[in-house]
């Protein structure tokens, strides 16, 4: 299972898979994330100079996993950013509020990593097991 | 995660083999893989054909579940995976086999400069091209668009692209579907689409996506060849990317769409990947109006790859692109949900064609193919991997029979991008291409080791069949010079 970092990526022939264990849902979530900016710009430091609200809905805690990655892959595209610090006030199976901060991705400093197109709903699984939570996914990548 | 495949598979012939609809009471069809044997030991390695099985579950798919010799493990469709679904008996659409990069493809063009020409500047060309296109995560690029303009690039595609100054009429002519599908749709595509897609048009993307330059090694075929302008030791250019942010984010929001028409019209799949609705449905239509509006925003972005590579040739041959003989050989699509006819059961009919990691083509005489090749055949492109070779290939009236007018769309990854990295541990790729003669120039740390030429199956083997099943004969064959990729 995730290693100390909380998550890790599984072998699949064209994509990458990931597996993430959090010991609350939040963390879950946070490990997540953490994963796929290790993706996106794998070692790079982010300094937490932007802070952004982030709340979602979702009628499914699978759901809501996937809207809370694509939030991320979202403001990648559109405006570099790389979150790197995460505050969640407020996390449901089917809802989470609260504060991300990074800053935007800079050539000179960060890492070119690797194009991540999506979260796929293939093999998408969320468990609670032994009071930890689970969750394993393969990103389009 | 890796897990082989148990299931039953029975040979046709040396090319040919089929899961039998026996294997699972749910499949409505069997499943036919176009491999060799050679092939087929890898294929066997890891759950591509339980794909090919899930894919035969869906409703009103006709004929046969297909997949072409580069299949591989892939999400919902295996990569290489081709389905035809019959609207009038209730058959799908299903963004899980289109995949999230909507109109992925690749376009080759032409150049009168040969290898002997280019070799002296090729260092300068290779760095020309890395420094001009952007590449690699997170490298927007010059050319974009308004809010306003939004809609003329999702329902003009390459057109909207040449209007701005980006190729000519000619190219057009060369493109699958003149590089615009019509009934786009953008009132079914979201802000967010747009906005992804708003600083993306022009830029390659990461992954296995490139821009190549090559030579023609061989020619099989010289009537063809002929026809095309093409002879041995001749420079090209391919260009492989597709939708960008703007596709992947269309797939993103139909995927929710289709998961709630499942549970609407009691739809059941074995993978949530699969999601589909009716064709005939309004979540089926929502999803075609939009896709075809990022299959057009594809096209206008490789229409603008190629603008800024013939830029940059201008600058480092000092002629004009047209003096250089840059024309557009023919773009395809390969990743597509397409309507077409064909005969099923005997009787002549409109299906949705799914090419998930798969390319069209055309036979000879064939209304939709331009008139300068309808003698000869659509010409089909088939890049392999960076350190061997490419393919140029034309289109045959047996793959109409057989596939649907489709074949490969490349190689087929046949090492994980983890494995791959493990194999070049210690290890340049850079310099062992370099003393190859191919120059390569990344972005990432890690993507040429991704993309390394052993993370692929050889290409040669991947045609060899396509040719020899007779879905598409050789035309040439091409060598890489050098890519940049993200």
Redesign the interface.
Known sequence: MADATGYEFFEHTADVGMRVRGASLAELFIHAAQGLVALVAEDSAIRPTESRPVALAASSVEELLQAWLTEFIVWFDVECFLPGAYELEAVSATSLRGRVRGERFDPARHTHGTEVKGVTRHQFRVEKADGHWEAQLIFDV | ??EAWQGPLEKIDDYRWRIPQSYDARMQVPGLIFASEKLLKEIVK?Q?LQQVANVAMLPGIVKASLAMPDI?????FP?GGVAATDPDEGGVVSP?GV???INCGVRLMRTDLTQEEVQPKLRELIAGLFNTIPC?????GDIRFSQKDAPKVMTRGSHWAVSQGYGTKADLVHTESQGCLEEANPDMVSE?AV??G???LGTL???NHFLEVQSIDTIFDEGVANALGLSVGQVLVMIHSGSR?FG??I??DY??VM?RAMQRYGIRVP???L?CAPVQSDEGRRYLGAIRCAANFAWANRQCLMHLARGVFERIFGKGWEQLGMILIYDVAHNIAKFERYRVNGAEKTVCVHRKGATRAFPPGHPEIPEAYREVGQPVIIPGDMGRNSYLLAGTAEAIEQSFGTVCHGAG???????AVREAAGRSIEQELEGQGIIVMG?????IA?EQPSAYKDVNDVVHVVHNAGLARRVARMRPLGAIK?
């Open positions: 995660m890796r890891d591509s591989h493990w892939g999400y919902g990569i899980g995949g999230f990069d690699g995560v997170g490298m927007h967010r906005k992804r708003q600083s993306q993307g990461s992954g942010g992947y984010q797939c993103d995927l929710d998961e993978d949530r990947q999601a990854r046949v090492m994980s991008r983890a494995q972005r990432g740390r890690k993507g991704e993200g």
